[in-house]
């Protein structure tokens, strides 16, 4: 296995693990080392590339399912911040007629 397809498989183990457990920042810490990982190893010259392809594929399903969860995080964030509005308007509406 070339250096470039263990540290993209190095790095997308850690995201997998950062993206089951919701660690936000360490994703994106995760995801900007990713980007390097790839950049770099189109950079290096390797004579078989079914290890990288493999390795990207991988990439690719993980980020997959990073987009699912993410969209469904902001979906989850923006009932709770309309709930709390919904609420701070009644309270207000309590408070005029209270």
Known sequence: MSSAV???????A???VALAECDW???AQLD???RRHVDNAMLEPIDDDS????????LLRLYR??????TIQR??????IARVS??????????LFG
């Open 75 to 80: 979906e989850n964030t923006a009932e709770e």
């Open 14 to 16: 850690a995201l997998g």
């Open 65 to 70: 399912d990073l987009v699912q969860a993410v």
């Open 6 to 12: 263990e540290r993209i498989e190095q790095t997308r």
């Open 32 to 34: 900007l080392e990713c």
């Open 86 to 95: 919904r609420a701070h308007k009644g309270a207000k509406v309590y408070q």
């Open 25 to 27: 920042e360490k994703v």
């Open 51 to 58: 290890e990288l392809r493999q390795s990207l594929e991988g």
